[in-house]
């Protein structure tokens, strides 16, 4: 689903990422790990279309997309969540998530309304459906009412995968999704993580929930690939023992 093939970037004498090549299949979750200042947020820039690498490719089922500006990825299905939450604190959950999806219709003022009444109608309450369906899926569905600023960031959190889950992604970027999460919460996310459809990258450094929660594993360390596998074949390899988990 999503190839990143030999990509290479420098900032002046630093090689952030140097020649990165791997591959996540679709439905997968996949985490990247490594150090600080290991690419990984450089990694992210590359593949949400932030940034050109100097080298390589970035393949979205088959096409090539390097040279594809960040908003239109977006609008090809690459949704990224940041590492620090982003939601409207003013809006109730419902509608935040409502929200994420009206971006896509809309326009055309009060003739266009008149006009497409019927359509409108049916395309509201789809709408409507497909909100119910991702507050059920994130468990925020006893929440759907509360206001976002007044919850708590686990629950702000949730609300965050919520927006980005809302029209069906094709890739799903997570940067650091536990951060100043608990135990309890980052468990909850993790098991949201793992039981969607959607393909899934996700940059962390706390371990458990990578090991918990992905399916394979990118180990970069100094903008390289030192290893990819399974949790259990990347906790096992000497290399990365050696750099990275001591
Ligand atoms: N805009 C930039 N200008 C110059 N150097 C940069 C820039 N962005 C990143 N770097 C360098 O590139 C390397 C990789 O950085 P990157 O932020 O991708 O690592 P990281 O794995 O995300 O680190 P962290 O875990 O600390 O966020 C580092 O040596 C960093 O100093």
């Not at 990694?43 to 088959?62: A, H, I, K, M």
């Not at 096409?63 to 982003?86: I, L, N, S, Y």
């Not at 393909?199 to 918990?212: K, P, Q, R």
Request: with cysteine; hydrophobic share 45%; aromatic share 4%.
């Amino acid at each position: 689903m999503l190839a990143v093939d030999g990509v290479s970037v420098a900032f002046g004498g630093v090689r952030a990422l140097d020649e990165v090549t791997f591959e996540v299949g679709r439905g997968a979750v996949c985490g990247v790990i490594g150090p600080n200042g290991a690419g990984k947020t450089t990694l992210f820039d590359v593949v949400s279309g932030l940034r050109r690498p100097g080298e390589g490719r970035v393949l979205l089922d088959g096409h090539d997309v390097t040279g594809m500006p960040a908003v239109r990825r977006a609008r090809a299905g690459v949704r990224r969540t940041f590492q620090r939450t982003q939601v409207f604190g003013r809006l109730t959950v419902a509608a935040n998530v409502l929200a994420a999806l009206d971006w896509h219709g809309g326009g055309g003022g009060l003739a266009a309304d008149l006009v497409g009444w019927p359509a409108r109608r049916r395309l509201e309450r789809e709408r409507r459906e497909r909100v119910a369906e991702v507050l059920e899926l994130c468990g925020l569905t006893g929440l759907r009412d509360a206001y976002a600023a007044a919850l708590p960031v686990g629950q702000r959190r949730l609300v965050e995968l919520a927006r980005a889950l809302a029209d069906r992604p094709r890739l799903l970027l997570l940067d650091e999704p536990t951060s100043g999460l608990d135990a309890g919460q980052s468990a909850r996310l993790g098991e949201v993580v793992r039981a969607l459809e959607t393909t899934v990258l996700l940059v962390e450094h706390d371990m458990g929930f990578v090991m918990d929660t992905c399916d394979r594993i990118v180990v970069l360390d100094l903008g390289k690939v030192i290893a990819t596998g399974t949790p259990a074949e990347v906790r096992e390899d000497p290399v990365v023992r050696a750099a990275y988990l001591g």
